[in-house]
């Protein structure tokens, strides 16, 4: 019998097959919706406050004070803000009257007195519970040894307001970025004012992040200066936090320095990652005030900083002239030149037991000894961290100097600049021959070699080649 | 019928729906024995009816049937009370619908909401529940006079002429209703706040909505005390200077308002400002999203009141107030907060903040 269709209820043949594969189709798209749900959606993303250190809803902001509401959620406006300059009648400790930006304590006082002070210190912090902030060479470098300085507050106590050395973490001669210096030289750049927190030059309060320093698990704690915007929290966002404000792509040469003590794993987080990648670009961000056009008076050196020119400079972008003899992993000999370092794998952001907040862990180990002046052989701590000293290019030298750098050709050494004629030129006393042995007083690196030096600044024969 | 008949028949059924579906407040009108007795006494009955809690049915001042509370805080299922015809806001009921625009001070005592506490709302000591934590209102001069015996109206209170002798007085009989811009007499004020000028929507806010909801007034400049005490205070009575909202509140909480305390005009700010323009650039042009709809949660006052409610704010030129944040009776959040500041959820508990603060979510 034949079947009849009903065009109403009942498709035809051909019908039924366009159907079928609409029906497909449809079952096509749905699928792919769904599994894209399950699959493609980005995680449930937080605002900036929301992700940020302060915000956190684990080890974000939360005051302990006499007079403040226990009962306040971690991460809460008010743990900062007081928008009365009082809670329930009265002012929470500290009393201090009201504060600018409706804070609870005074923004800025002086290097070691301020808001942000008041909870990124140890002792007497109304932080709950209290925490640690050790230094750059402990969290990225990987050397848990070094504890001091302990907090925020603990780093920019190598110096007082005057800019004079203060005792602390067994040093006398440390330094900490000079706040007030820094305070001034914002004043009216950007959308700073003269009310402005120093710290606020490079850390957004209400976007800044924890970093862990742990691959895999990584904050991005400063923003860009240069794009501070008063009224937008998001306007002025994180620097380092995409791909694109990474070191890698102020650089393709970037070549990260060892974590502690490791030959295998390296800084910034302990990976294998070695492109720097995985670091913010911390030479924008520094260079956007230690430039060469801006001029930066420091209290503590009682003159303007140098100049820096990273485009130029042989740690910057500029090549060594020949050779190098490094140390691994950077390159030695005459190939593989040009690495560009980052300013954070020789200093400190904070503060540091040695002059010019040098790092005391650089590349993989520990400075031999403190630096404590500018003009002072004990520089070679530093550089020899990451350059061969004549011990390491020819074993019947000694340790500590750097004779065949500079007069002699061999090894991975080719580009001396000065023959071995003339010591007493350079060299004002002690004897011996002109070879890696002799005893001659030693050059001071830092008479040749520092940001900006020029060619011409070298204190004796002046030579033609860069000398920084 | 006609279709031009069917037409003036729509039109009728529409205009009757207009005008009597709404609850239209407006000067007090029908009976006097609605509202005054002459002698407290009908066949031996008190006359006194409307009080609250255990006020007394004893004669009242003005010969009133009731007093503050017992017309306007009757605790029923309603936000608006019907009393002899006349639709009456309740600033204390159980309508679990919601509440009025200055809240509802059953949150205080606990008869609704999540619990009593002192620091959700004003503490009219009419309520019986005195405020057990503060002993003046804060941020106001000290000796402050007040205490917390704060009131309906009268010197202490807010409604009506805050003086001796006068509060409400005459004010149901003379109310003007809508926009209030004359504001030099209390039934010519805002909610018969004296000096306050405004918008009052027509139900309360028992229905509202972005575009119906009370308009306040503000200025782009909060007042300065500067030891001149006629900011506040002239032969009047308490009065606001300024005509705005929250200059009202400053003649309590001066040291929250004026220019001397909050660190003068511009950032940085040492109280949170009111009577100060919302930025129109940074994270404040973006104030509750896309195209600024106006937020019952963080609301603005406009630098002139408006004929009608606006449905969109407008950063550069509205002003943020002290009802951003607050609202007047109470609420059941601390601190007569508008939002759950106190959540457990950071994200809730800065969710207000975050309706101008856009970028610190």
Known sequence: MRRRYNNGNIRNPGDSFKYHHVNILLFTILSALALCGLFCSEPAHAGAYLDSAHGNSSYGVKRNAAGFPADYTKGLCAHCHEQHASIDGAEPEPVSGPGTYTLFYDNYVNQTDGFCFACHNVTGTYQNPPFNNYNYSYRAGGYTAITCPVSILSAFSFINETGSPVFNCSSAVGTSHKLTDIQTFIAGKWGYTADSNPCAACHNPHSAQRDPHTSGSRGWPVSLPSLHDSQDNNAWGLWGDVAAERINNYTSSYQAPYRYNSTVTYEPDGSTTQDGSNLTDYVTFCTDCHNTINTIYSTTLGRNLRTIDWNNEKHGKGNADGSLCGDAPYPSGTSGLGKVLSCTDCHEPHGSPNVFLTREEVNGGALAGSIGAFSTTDWQYLCDRCHNDDQEINGGCQADHYYITHHSNEGCNTDRPYNPVGCGTCHDSGGGGSDCMADREKKICTDCHYHGSSVTDADDTPTTRRTF | ?361
């Open chain 2, 1 to 361: 019928m006609t279709r031009l008949k069917r037409y003036i028949v729509l039109a009728v059924i529409v205009m009757l729906i207009a005008v009597f579906s709404a609850e239209v407040p407006a000067v007090i009108t029908g009976q006097c024995s609605d509202c005054h007795t002459m002698h407290n006494s009908q066949n031996g009955v008190a006359m006194v009816s409307y009080v609250f809690g255990s006020e007394t049915t004893s004669a009242k001042d003005y010969l009133l049937v009731g007093t503050c509370l017992g017309c306007h805080a009757q605790g029923g299922s309603s936000m608006v009370a019907n009393i002899n015809g006349n639709p009456t806001p309740q600033v204390y009921h159980i309508d679990a619908t919601g509440d009025l625009a200055g809240g509802n001070f059953a949150y205080i005592l606990g008869t609704k909401g999540s619990g009593a506490s002192d620091a959700k709302g004003h503490n009219v000591i009419d309520f019986g529940k005195t405020e057990d934590t503060l002993t003046s209102p804060p941020g106001h001069h000290d000796p402050d006079g007040i205490g917390v015996n704060i009131t309906c109206a009268g010197l202490t209170g807010c409604h009506g002429a805050r003086k001796s002798g006068s509060g409400i007085y005459g004010s149901h009989h003379r109310n003007v209703d809508g926009k209030l811009t004359t504001a030099d007499q209390p039934y010519n004020s805002y909610r018969f706040l004296p000096g306050v000028k405004g918008l009052e929507d027509a139900d309360w806010e028992k229905t509202k909505s972005v575009s119906d909801h009370n308009e306040y007034y503000g200025a782009n400049t909060p007042m300065t005390y500067s030891g001149n005490c006629n900011i506040c205070h002239n032969p009047q009575g308490i009065i606001t200077s300024n005509n705005t909202m929250s200059g009202f509140c400053g003649t309590c909480h001066r040291n929250f308002h004026v220019t001397d305390a909050i660190g003068g005009t511009s950032s940085p700010f040492t109280r949170h400002p009111t009577d100060i323009i919302l930025p129109g650039g940074g994270e404040y042009a973006g104030y509750n999203g896309g195209g600024n709809p106006y937020s019952l949660v963080a609301r603005v006052a406009r630098t002139t009141v408006p004929d009608v409610p606006g449905d969109t704010v407008y950063p550069g030129t509205d002003v943020v107030m002290c009802l951003s944040c607050h609202a007047a009776h109470a609420t059941d959040y601390p601190d007569m907060m508008r939002w759950n500041y106190k959540s457990t959820t950071l994200s809730t508990a800065i969710s207000g903040c975050n309706v101008c603060h856009t970028s610190k979510n």
